[in-house]
């Protein structure tokens, strides 16, 4: 069981917009940045998104990150097949024990 | 270019120990810390722990504690992660990565498949 809460899937068609959620608790996403990966399948994860909005550079401002409250939200625009991969989105936890925690991932298809 | 590339695929037998490593170019590795995730089969990511590659601080996932050391070499520029009294669920991809700020990682290597079974 994930400390962040994702979607399981999402699906769109090539070209248009999706967004994943990311749902948290004061602990975590409420009073930290929150940080979005891509991986495609059989590779390592790849950031996207920092700072809950920052994209690195090369990253292409398809991606998009925002937060509000306890939750966050990455947006992709554009779809391309190239796009079919899990997202996971992840963030410090300062409760007790102060580990980084990730959600459980969003697997997306590109129909 | 950054990189981070580590050693390779190990299978141990149950209560055994595994030593992976790290090794960072392309940057002043101590300028940055270094976190360690791992991803069993099928499933998400797990934060492990995170060292700092400037004075050897750590902080270890909860979870984890009293079974995983990290460790830094800073004349060769590479970082090490122990996990003891292995478990088949620690079958899993370890996967170091450099630590932008604030739970961010920015630079990972290719993942070490680590199995454990008898």
């Known amino acids: 069981q994930s400390v962040l809460t994702q979607p399981p899937s999402v699906s769109a068609a090539p070209g248009q917009k999706v967004t994943i959620s990311c749902s948290g608790s004061?602990?975590?996403?409420?009073?930290?940045?929150v940080s979005w990966y891509q991986q495609l399948p059989g590779t390592a994860p790849k950031l996207l998104i920092y700072?809950?909005?920052k994209r690195p550079s090369g990253i292409p401002d398809r991606f998009s990150g925002s937060k509000s409250g306890t939750s966050a939200t990455l947006g992709i625009t554009g779809l391309q097949t190239g796009d079919e991969a899990d997202y996971y989105c992840?963030?410090?936890?300062?409760?007790?024990?102060?580990?980084?925690?990730f959600g459980g991932g969003t697997k997306l298809t590109v129909l | 270019q950054v990189q981070l590339v580590q050693s390779g695929a190990e299978v141990k037998k149950p209560g055994a120990s595994v030593k992976v490593s790290c090794k960072a170019s392309?940057?002043?590795?101590?300028?940055?810390?270094i976190s360690w995730v791992r991803q069993a089969p099928g499933q998400g990511l797990e934060w492990m722990g995170w060292?700092?590659?400037?004075?050897?601080?750590?902080n270890y996932a909860q979870k984890l504690q009293g079974r995983v050391t990290m460790t830094t070499d800073t004349s060769t520029s590479t970082a090490y992660m122990e996990l003891r009294s292995l478990r088949s669920d620690d079958t899993a991809v370890y996967y170091c990565?450099?630590?932008?700020?604030?739970?961010?990682?920015?630079?990972w290597g290719q993942g070490t498949l680590v199995t454990v079974s008898s």
């Open positions: 990565a450099r630590d932008l700020r604030g739970g961010s990682f920015d630079y």
């Open positions: 392309g940057y002043t590795f101590t300028s940055y810390g």
């Open positions: 060292i700092s590659a400037y004075n050897g601080n750590t």
């Open positions: 004061s602990s975590n996403i409420g009073n930290n940045y």
């Open positions: 700072d809950n909005n």
């Open positions: 992840g963030t410090w936890d300062s409760s007790l024990s102060a580990d980084v925690v």
